[in-house]
């Protein structure tokens, strides 16, 4: 669950942005597994959003972390989180609100409009991503 995230100093959020990163990381090689084995009715929809999820969000991810970095002018120091549980759509759709929680934590402790933006997109992929799952699959 997301923790209040407390204000960070001038500089930025470096904490909490590399946090944020490798949580998103860990979720797309989640995806991408439940991805590869999904059946049942409605699963082609499924397949389909779960696909389109985990091929887009690594390229968004490695921007915000880029920008971030680029904006901040030092490098994060990300640690290894392991993938997260993903055994259904209902699992995933649970583990895509968390990251998207996380998202809107960061953008509001974030001084860099141009990372706040790239965060944005990043929101837009898991907002598709939910509704095609939640109404299309």
């Not at 597994?33 to 959003?49: V, Y």
């Not at 969000?57 to 030092?74: C, F, H, S, T, W």
């Amino acid at each position: 669950m997301i923790k209040t995230i407390p204000r960070p100093g001038p500089m930025g959020p470096c904490t909490e942005t590399a946090a944020m990163v490798a949580n998103a990381q860990a979720l797309v090689v989640s995806i991408h597994q439940l991805h590869l084995k999904i059946t049942g009715p409605g699963s082609h929809a499924a397949h389909e959003a779960l696909g389109d999820f985990y091929e887009g969000m690594p390229g968004l991810i490695d921007k915000v972390a880029e920008q971030y970095q680029g904006a901040r002018e030092k490098l994060l120091e990300y640690s290894t989180v392991a993938a997260v549980k993903c055994g259904s759509v209902q699992e995933a759709l649970t583990h895509m609100k968390e990251l998207y929680n996380e998202i809107v934590e960061l953008q509001r402790i974030m001084p860099f409009s141009e990372v706040v933006n790239q965060l944005d997109e990043m929101k837009s992929l898991i907002a598709s991503t939910k509704y095609k799952l939640m109404f299309l699959s």
